[in-house]
């Protein structure tokens, strides 16, 4: 299969052989954001943010697996193509440098 990297970011992925899989950036899927106001504490403003429609993300093609943010995926849970970036992988300063291996939703 063909992955395409719909999130803003190059993916360094581990594989499960502990190689590391570079995915450039290919564009960007994600949900489109909007936000009901909560009120403030404190004087700082709350508010709840809501996830509406998916932008940028094709639909399916056979042999094409697409990587989205988690909150995208979550938005096409029944999508058995879509995938996010799985556990962060970090370098001793805390920088993420990779992910290891990706995230699906439950089917």
């Known amino acids: 299969g063909v992955w395409v990297n719909l999130t803003p970011h190059v993916l360094n992925i581990r ?7 570079t995915i450039p ?17 404190g004087g700082i403003q709350i ?4 996830y509406g429609e998916v932008e940028g993300l094709p639909p399916p093609q056979p ?3 697409f990587i989205v943010s988690a909150i995208t995926m979550a938005a096409v849970k029944d999508r058995k193509d879509v995938f996010c970036p799985g556990p962060a992988i970090r370098d001793p300063q805390g920088n993420v440098i990779g992910c290891d291996g990706l995230s699906r939703a439950l089917l």
Do not use: D, H, L, W
């Not at 594989?15 to 899989?21: D, I, Y």
């Open 63 to 65: 042999g094409v697996f």
């Open 47 to 50: 508010s709840v943010p809501v």
């Open 25 to 41: 950036s290919s564009g960007v899927a994600r949900c489109r954001e909007y936000r009901i106001p909560a009120g403030e504490i």
């Open 15 to 21: 594989t499960a052989a502990g190689k590391m899989v």
